[in-house]
């Protein structure tokens, strides 16, 4: 049956005309109001007696496009350090959330060693883990020990990230209904084989929202390693600011972020929506 | 059963029902009257529409075309009060749906005292009074999941009833029960229908439509195929997909 | 549906003395019963009575407290050294549950596999069959079902009958010796109950063992070799399915089959 031949009714057509009016009015009247809230702010923020200045030192674009080549190049900085920090904390990740659903009083170091961790690092301020991966790790001059700021900034991003990304998995593990469980086992599959070819496959597909989420949060984060002195988008800025005193730089750097990462948080609206798609059509209530 | 014999309009007057979700065309075309104080059952395979049909009644669905009538009143209009509507049709679900951080005689006041602003004394009274109907007025302190699931769909009728509606709704309310637990249900609505209660009841339960249904109507492929007393359609069906439907209900020896 | 029932051979399930609590709450007070080879066996009761918990022992999803198990002469769940009952490590009892298939209510298939993929995991995964021969097993047991055409469909796809019929080929495709069902048609519409249910009777005319938790008393009435109706955890009555529908003797059973015939 398809809805191709249908044509609504003339009572129908009338019920929907009156229901577009209506749709038409709560548009125009959240319109109206928008228009007058940002006419006030607009008003309020261009009559204020420091507004020039902040214009010329926040706002100055045509010094700021010089910036984009610069910017630019350091942002590649922070691509990569993402995209390693990312791979690391999906495979770290993982391994600690499927260490936590370890039954048995065996394992109880195992389950306890990778709580305790996730305690600690979703407590700690990542940059805290920063200064204290980045100054503490060499200074212990440990042999073999990196010591190069971008390889420290990955290791202080991965732990911390780790942390997060572990209990993302480990709700969506658990959110896999037991019976799901029971019907592996009941096959002769061990708890091995479940987790992997069972348990762990649904997990992921349910939990991709979060899992974007904190991808994206990461990718703003990279921007932290400035702390170390590793030359990425921020610093750059900061770099500019510091000889003409002008704040536009901080602003195309901000620009630029969000031009990167609008994409990925459409993903994940779009991800989010497919997986709820399932089920029951719209209603009024 | 006889059908009261009323020259008056149906209490309930459903034409030319359209429904669709995104491309998926649920109800087409449906024509249904139901008259006061009768018991209209409905039967049909999963997927025909039927708790669509039943949700288009009481406006928790957007019909996409057609009239349905309540009291003469047409109630698809968007221009009626959904809420005052909702009042009058009251619905019972399948997972019986009931507030579960709420007490039993909670959830029986709730819509009388905060839709119908009646006062706290009244809507007490009025809802153990009706949990006495039901027979739970002992469980009025418990909490929804310290009872059976027979208890609590009992609950839910007396949630709906406790409005007064002019209509009852009646939505598989027995599927989702142990068997043992059906007919305390099953027993209370036959009380219903004895007391004058129109209603709509979706259900699998074929041996109680039998004996409850002033009018059964087959549903098949968003259209009620076939409507007739119980007899008719049980004993002698004349089109072939409700025959089909019936041998196989049948063969699983659900009649 | 008669099988043999001479006393020499062990039987495929026998159950003494079986006892199981979850904390405070003993859910079975002492089951006793034997299965044979070839019989099937209903098991009904009120929701609660622990039909479904001694189930779930059999294939040693639920520990037994108390009381011992058997599948085919070997005790569930444990090994017994010197005077002592020791559990089995996972991986023993895992090879244990491969000769025993199981069928649940809401049928459990692996959302994110298709039909076939369902079908072939265990063999393939816990048998270590060759994937070619596990497909090729597969693809008779889906039409054996009646579903080869669906192979490639995933579960979100199938109306729930087919879900359920392609549950038992999967439980099958382990080519089990015992088959266990909870409750495999109460989650269903009544006008897809009929399609699983001759898949049911398919397996007992060819000599499967089946122990079934069922509501489903014509099912019991017509392929049941044993009926035995449990109450509060304990078996109240048993015997062939004419005798316990007809002329039960407990006031229990009488109670509760008023209410569900």
């Given at each position: 049956m398809t809805a191709t031949q249908w044509q609504p009714s003339e009572l129908q057509r009338t019920r929907d005309a009156y229901r577009r009016s209506r749709a038409r009015r709560s548009w125009l009247i959240a319109l109206l109001s928008s228009a007058v809230f940002v006419g006030a702010l607009v008003l309020s923020v261009g009559t204020s007696p420091g507004w020039p200045r902040?214009?010329?030192?926040?706002?100055?674009?045509?010094?700021?496009?010089?910036?984009?080549?610069?910017?630019?190049r350091a942002l590649w900085i922070n691509v990569q350090i993402m995209l390693i920090t990312e791979v690391f904390v999906l495979v770290f990740a993982a391994i600690i959330a499927v260490v936590r659903t370890l039954q048995g009083?065996?394992?109880?170091?195992?389950?306890?060693?990778a709580a305790a961790y996730v305690d600690i690092f979703r407590g700690l301020p990542l940059l805290l883990v920063l200064y204290l991966v980045g100054l503490g790790l060499p200074a212990?001059?440990?042999?073999?020990?990196?010591d190069s700021p971008f390889v420290l900034g990955v290791i202080a991003l991965t732990l911390t990230y780790t942390a997060y990304v572990a209990e993302v998995f480990r709700a969506g593990i658990e959110s896999v209904h037991p019976s799901q469980r029971a019907a592996a086992r009941s096959l002769g599959l061990t708890h091995g084989q479940t987790m992997r070819h069972v348990v762990f496959p649904q997990a992921v597909r349910r939990v991709l929202p979060p899992l974007l989420n904190d991808f994206v949060s990461l990718q703003k984060d990279t921007s932290l390693v400035s702390v170390l002195g590793i030359i990425d988008i921020v610093l750059t800025a900061e770099n500019y600011q510091s000889q003409d005193f002008k704040f536009v730089h901080y602003v195309m750097a901000g620009l630029i972020f969000v031009v990167m990462t609008v994409p990925l948080t459409r993903l994940t609206d779009w991800v989010a929506r497919r997986q709820g798609w399932q089920g029951s059509g719209g209603g009024v209530v | 059963m006889s059908v009261p014999q009323t020259l008056a309009a149906p209490l309930l007057s459903v034409r030319g029902l359209r429904k669709s979700f995104g491309k998926s065309v649920v109800l087409t075309d449906l024509d249904l009257d139901v008259p006061e104080h009768t018991c209209t059952v409905l039967i049909g395979a999963s997927g025909s529409g039927k708790s669509t049909l039943l949700?288009?009644?009481?406006?928790?669905?957007?019909?996409?075309?057609?009239?349905?009538?309540?009291?003469?009143?047409?109630?698809?209009?968007p221009r009626v009060d959904a809420n005052a509507i909702r009042s009058k049709v009251g619905i019972v679900f399948?997972?019986?749906?009931?507030?579960?951080?709420?007490?039993?005689?909670?959830?029986?006041?709730?819509?009388?005292?905060?839709?119908?602003?009646?006062?706290?004394?009244?809507?007490?009274?009025?809802?153990?009074?009706?949990?006495?109907?039901?027979?739970?007025?002992?469980?009025?302190?418990?909490?929804?999941?310290?009872?059976?699931?027979?208890?609590?769909q009992r609950v839910a009728i007396a949630r709906a009833l406790v409005n007064r509606p002019r209509l009852m709704l009646f939505d598989e309310v027995t599927s989702a029960l142990d068997p043992e637990l059906v007919g305390e249900v099953l027993t209370l609505i036959r009380e219903l229908k004895s007391d004058g209660m129109t209603m709509v009841v979706a259900t699998h339960e074929m041996g109680f439509a039998r004996e409850v249904a002033d009018q059964v109507c087959f549903l098949d492929g968003g259209r009620v195929l076939e409507q007739g007393p119980p007899a008719q359609i049980f004993g002698a069906p004349q089109e072939p997909r409700t025959r089909q439907f019936l041998a196989r209900i049948v063969a699983a020896g659900r009649l | 549906m008669t099988a043999n029932l001479s006393k020499s051979i062990e039987p495929m399930v026998r159950a003494n003395g079986v006892h199981k609590?979850?904390?405070?709450?003993?859910?079975?007070?002492?089951?006793?019963?034997?299965?044979?080879?070839?019989?099937?066996m209903?098991?009904?009761?009120?929701s609660g009575s622990g039909k479904t918990t001694f189930l779930r022992c059999i294939n040693h999803l639920e520990r037994v407290n108390a009381g011992r198990l058997y599948v085919d002469g070997v005790l569930v769940g444990y090994e017994e050294r010197g005077n002592k009952l020791h559990e089995l490590h996972p991986r023993e009892a895992a090879k244990q549950r491969r000769d025993i298939g199981m069928v649940f209510q809401h049928f459990n298939l692996f959302p994110h596999m298709t039909a076939l993929e369902n079908i072939t995991e265990a063999p393939i995964r816990v048998k270590k069959q060759p994937k070619d021969k596990?497909?090729?097993?597969?693809?008779?047991?889906?039409?054996?079902?009646?579903?080869?055409?669906?192979?490639?469909?995933?579960?979100?796809?199938?109306?729930?009958?087919q879900q359920q019929r392609i549950a038992i080929a999967r439980a099958l495709a382990m080519d089990p010796k015992l088959m266990l069902f909870d409750e495999p048609t109460s989650a269903l519409d009544p006008e897809l109950v009929g399609e699983v249910l001759d898949v049911m009777k398919e397996l007992a005319r060819g000599g499967m063992t089946m122990v079934v938790v069922t509501h489903e008393m014509g099912f019991a009435r017509e392929v049941a070799d044993q009926l035995v109706f449990m109450d509060d955890g304990a078996v109240v009555e048993m015997g062939a399915p004419p005798d316990v529908l007809n002329s039960p003797r407990e006031l229990r059973t009488k109670a509760f089959l008023s209410k569900v015939l």
């Amino acid at each position: 049956m398809t809805a191709t031949q249908w044509q609504p009714s003339e009572l129908q057509r009338t019920r929907d005309a009156y229901r577009r009016s209506r749709a038409r009015r709560s548009w125009l009247i959240a319109l109206l109001s928008s228009a007058v809230f940002v006419g006030a702010l607009v008003l309020s923020v261009g009559t204020s007696p420091g507004w020039p200045r902040v214009r010329e030192s926040f706002f100055d674009l045509s010094l700021g496009w010089q910036d984009l080549p610069g910017l630019l190049r350091a942002l590649w900085i922070n691509v990569q350090i993402m995209l390693i920090t990312e791979v690391f904390v999906l495979v770290f990740a993982a391994i600690i959330a499927v260490v936590r659903t370890l039954q048995g009083p065996v394992f109880f170091p195992l389950r306890f060693v990778a709580a305790a961790y996730v305690d600690i690092f979703r407590g700690l301020p990542l940059l805290l883990v920063l200064y204290l991966v980045g100054l503490g790790l060499p200074a212990l001059r440990l042999h073999g020990a990196p010591d190069s700021p971008f390889v420290l900034g990955v290791i202080a991003l991965t732990l911390t990230y780790t942390a997060y990304v572990a209990e993302v998995f480990r709700a969506g593990i658990e959110s896999v209904h037991p019976s799901q469980r029971a019907a592996a086992r009941s096959l002769g599959l061990t708890h091995g084989q479940t987790m992997r070819h069972v348990v762990f496959p649904q997990a992921v597909r349910r939990v991709l929202p979060p899992l974007l989420n904190d991808f994206v949060s990461l990718q703003k984060d990279t921007s932290l390693v400035s702390v170390l002195g590793i030359i990425d988008i921020v610093l750059t800025a900061e770099n500019y600011q510091s000889q003409d005193f002008k704040f536009v730089h901080y602003v195309m750097a901000g620009l630029i972020f969000v031009v990167m990462t609008v994409p990925l948080t459409r993903l994940t609206d779009w991800v989010a929506r497919r997986q709820g798609w399932q089920g029951s059509g719209g209603g009024v209530v | 059963m006889s059908v009261p014999q009323t020259l008056a309009a149906p209490l309930l007057s459903v034409r030319g029902l359209r429904k669709s979700f995104g491309k998926s065309v649920v109800l087409t075309d449906l024509d249904l009257d139901v008259p006061e104080h009768t018991c209209t059952v409905l039967i049909g395979a999963s997927g025909s529409g039927k708790s669509t049909l039943l949700r288009c009644l009481n406006l928790l669905e957007v019909v996409d075309d057609g009239v349905v009538e309540l009291d003469g009143q047409d109630i698809a209009d968007p221009r009626v009060d959904a809420n005052a509507i909702r009042s009058k049709v009251g619905i019972v679900f399948q997972a019986f749906n009931l507030f579960p951080h709420l007490s039993v005689l909670d959830n029986v006041m709730l819509a009388p005292r905060r839709v119908h602003r009646v006062r706290r004394q009244q809507a007490e009274s009025d809802a153990v009074a009706m949990l006495e109907r039901v027979g739970l007025s002992d469980k009025a302190r418990a909490r929804p999941d310290e009872l059976s699931g027979g208890q609590q769909q009992r609950v839910a009728i007396a949630r709906a009833l406790v409005n007064r509606p002019r209509l009852m709704l009646f939505d598989e309310v027995t599927s989702a029960l142990d068997p043992e637990l059906v007919g305390e249900v099953l027993t209370l609505i036959r009380e219903l229908k004895s007391d004058g209660m129109t209603m709509v009841v979706a259900t699998h339960e074929m041996g109680f439509a039998r004996e409850v249904a002033d009018q059964v109507c087959f549903l098949d492929g968003g259209r009620v195929l076939e409507q007739g007393p119980p007899a008719q359609i049980f004993g002698a069906p004349q089109e072939p997909r409700t025959r089909q439907f019936l041998a196989r209900i049948v063969a699983a020896g659900r009649l | 549906m008669t099988a043999n029932l001479s006393k020499s051979i062990e039987p495929m399930v026998r159950a003494n003395g079986v006892h199981k609590n979850f904390g405070a709450l003993t859910v079975l007070k002492g089951i006793d019963l034997t299965v044979q080879r070839g019989e099937v066996m209903c098991l009904v009761g009120p929701s609660g009575s622990g039909k479904t918990t001694f189930l779930r022992c059999i294939n040693h999803l639920e520990r037994v407290n108390a009381g011992r198990l058997y599948v085919d002469g070997v005790l569930v769940g444990y090994e017994e050294r010197g005077n002592k009952l020791h559990e089995l490590h996972p991986r023993e009892a895992a090879k244990q549950r491969r000769d025993i298939g199981m069928v649940f209510q809401h049928f459990n298939l692996f959302p994110h596999m298709t039909a076939l993929e369902n079908i072939t995991e265990a063999p393939i995964r816990v048998k270590k069959q060759p994937k070619d021969k596990a497909v090729a097993n597969a693809k008779r047991l889906l039409d054996q079902v009646g579903l080869g055409e669906k192979a490639k469909a995933y579960p979100a796809q199938l109306s729930g009958g087919q879900q359920q019929r392609i549950a038992i080929a999967r439980a099958l495709a382990m080519d089990p010796k015992l088959m266990l069902f909870d409750e495999p048609t109460s989650a269903l519409d009544p006008e897809l109950v009929g399609e699983v249910l001759d898949v049911m009777k398919e397996l007992a005319r060819g000599g499967m063992t089946m122990v079934v938790v069922t509501h489903e008393m014509g099912f019991a009435r017509e392929v049941a070799d044993q009926l035995v109706f449990m109450d509060d955890g304990a078996v109240v009555e048993m015997g062939a399915p004419p005798d316990v529908l007809n002329s039960p003797r407990e006031l229990r059973t009488k109670a509760f089959l008023s209410k569900v015939l």
